[in-house]
């Protein structure tokens, strides 16, 4: 196989977008097989963008068309892990988008199904793995530049939604059509990021408020604690009304400390000396010399690096690897499998504010699903799952 064909699932926002980037070429190694969606509106955009495209109502068709070898989901959330199933199922590689499903336990059904078939690619879109700026953070803390970690902060508020966004489908911010809120919308990316770069915490304890300032039941506000096991902690911070919006990243080291700005800047402060070390043999004449208008340089050294990056280059570059991978066996940057640990942080964050309580990792997947259906008959509004 030199050409994948890529079957795309849900002519939406994210579908489309993908559908754009393939036909115009911008995708090496990769071609849209046939495009899916239960739309007749889309139907008339895909007949009108893509009129030489077989078009489907029902994936399934799709899958045993034989018109594509692979497949990218681009549909809620819920049914992320049964497409995945289905797709692997039928020989047909999958991509599933984030996050890779609701709750861990119809996840580990998927990476458990995609065990048994290793000789298809499973991948998920974790485009911000690709970014630049994303990979040199992980490439220092992995080569220990700002050695043993002591504690992470993330505040990621650059989400804000009006009502009117929510009230835009009838499924979007329910707990029976989408899942939640901010954590299984659009905080994934950098929960992903958090636990691939810095770990997984051991337990969380976390501050979550649902229709705090919207009118919705799922969450728009969200403080969560991690601990870590080994002494160090950790807060992320995310919500969906803070119109000015922050994004910093800080990880503190022994060693050191590092500072992401905006998703665009890394500031790296590199300690002479290690600071067990300084709290050693300094005294507090040094530290006062220092700290009140003194030089620092003396302390620590400072290096910036600032990227760039064009929207769409990053949801490129993972179907370009998920073509390498299929085609020559190019190692995937995001394994379908690692998706498991984004949605296992995002249920420990909601289960601790559902029992108002700190949890353990990994969480009880039973008792999560119990409380997840919970949501789901107060709603009255879509089926409790399984």
């Known amino acids: ?18 559908a754009q980037f393939i036909s115009e070429g911008k995708v090496k190694n990769m071609v849209i097989g046939a495009i899916c969606d239960n739309d007749p509106v889309k139907k008339a955009v895909a007949a009108e963008k893509y009129p030489d495209v077989p078009f489907y109502d029902n994936y399934i068709e799709m899958l045993e068309s034989g018109e594509v070898d692979a497949v990218v989901t681009c549909v809620p959330h819920y049914l992320h892990p049964e497409m995945g199933i289905d797709s692997l199922k039928r020989n ?4 599933v988008e984030k996050p890779a499903g609701v709750y861990t336990k119809q996840v580990k059904e998927l990476n458990e199904f995609a065990a048994t078939k290793p000789e298809l690619t499973y991948a998920i879109m974790f485009n911000q793995r690709t970014n630049p700026l994303y990979q040199k953070l992980k490439e220092l803390i992995d080569n220990g530049i700002i050695g043993k970690i002591r504690r992470t902060n993330w505040i990621i508020t650059t989400w804000w939604r009006p009502q009117g966004y929510y009230d835009q489908s009838e499924w979007r911010a329910t707990w029976g059509g989408e899942g939640g809120g901010v954590l299984v919308n659009q905080a994934p990316h950098q929960i992903d990021l958090l636990q691939w770069i810095c770990g997984m915490p051991k337990k969380v304890y976390s501050n979550v408020k649902y229709g705090y300032q919207r009118n919705i039941a799922v969450e728009d506000e969200v403080t969560a604690m991690f601990d870590y096991g080994n002494g160090a902690t950790g807060v992320f911070i995310t919500a969906t009304h803070d119109i000015i919006g922050t994004d910093r990243f800080e990880i503190l080291g022994d060693n050191g400390k590092i500072v992401v700005d905006d998703s665009k800047k890394i500031t790296i402060k590199r300690l ?18 220092i700290f009140m208008g003194g030089d620092t340089s003396d302390i620590y050294s400072t290096e910036e690096i600032v990227f760039e990056s064009v929207w769409g280059g990053q949801h490129i570059a993972v179907l370009e690897n998920f073509a390498a991978n299929i085609i020559d066996g190019t190692p995937l940057i995001a394994p379908g499998s690692d998706g498991i640990n984004g949605v296992a942080l995002a249920n420990a964050i909601h289960l601790s504010s559902w029992l108002g309580k700190e949890v353990e990792l990994p969480i009880d997947e039973e008792v999560y699903l119990a409380e997840l259906n919970k949501k789901i008959e107060e709603e009255n509004k879509y089926p409790v799952r399984k």
């Open 92 to 95: 047909i590689h999958a991509l």
């Open 1 to 18: 196989m030199k050409t994948v064909r890529l079957g795309i699932v849900g002519l939406g926002a994210q579908g489309g977008a993908y």
């Open 272 to 289: 002479n000396k290690p600071e067990p070390e300084m709290n050693a043999t300094m005294n507090m004449q040094d530290v006062m010399s």
